[in-house]
């Protein structure tokens, strides 16, 4: 039982970098996490991760594409990535963050792929897909996910419900919540026969 609780501490552990800025602007902090610290609280959270010399994605970059950025920290009050500090650390990988704009997100993507200069990653939401992807601004998921890995049991399900198209997954799921509601009456939905909002998503 003490093992448990050991464990769940430090698998919901915040931790924060302990280094100055020193400059204004937006200057990348350098974490002071440990790899072995890293690596601790992903076992605590039940995660294990291969060798980097069995991984064919050690010593790459890759190019996030987002108006926000999780990945590096830009202040010492916020909270390490773990996983990005170990991608880092364990397997010399780094991420490039190209930044935009929400209004303007979808136009630039569609002229950094019309220039052959594509990101690698983009934080799906609704309007990523269908259109976006029936657009070709969006590649397919399968040759990367494999979904019937044990993995990704809890989130296959909805890649294969909500972001299946021509047989093919668009959407990496890495967690399913509930952040946007929109309420509405069953009963005048039904009066009026309309299709439920709720089936037609």
């Not at 039982?1 to 552990?13: D, G, P, Q």
């Not at 050690?58 to 987002?66: F, I, L, P, R």
């Not at 880092?88 to 780094?94: L, R, S, V």
């Amino acid at each position: 039982m003490k093992r448990r609780i050991i464990a769940l501490v430090l698998a919901t552990i915040m931790i924060l970098a302990l280094v100055g800025c020193g400059s204004s602007g937006r200057q990348v902090v350098q974490l002071t996490l440990s790899t072995e610290d890293s690596q601790a609280i992903l076992a605590a959270a039940g995660i294990k991760l291969p060798d980097a010399e069995d991984t064919a994605c050690s010593g790459t970059t890759v190019k996030w594409y987002a108006w926000y950025d999780d990945f590096h920290n830009y202040s010492e009050d916020e909270v390490v990535n773990t996983g990005y500090f170990t991608f880092t650390e364990k397997y010399g990988c780094e991420v490039q963050w190209i930044e935009c704009t929400w209004d303007a997100r979808f136009d630039d993507l569609a002229n950094l792929v019309l220039s052959s200069n594509s990101p690698d990653c983009y934080p799906g939401d609704v309007e990523t897909f269908p259109a976006n992807c029936i657009k070709g601004m969006f590649q397919a998921v399968d040759p990367y996910i494999d979904y019937s890995d044990p993995l990704w049991e809890g989130t296959a399900d909805m890649a294969y419900s909500r972001f299946t198209l021509g047989d093919h997954v668009y959407m990496i799921i890495t967690d399913i919540t509930t952040e946007h509601v929109v309420a509405y009456n069953r009963r005048v939905i039904d009066e009026y026969g309309y299709d439920d909002p709720a089936e037609l998503y």
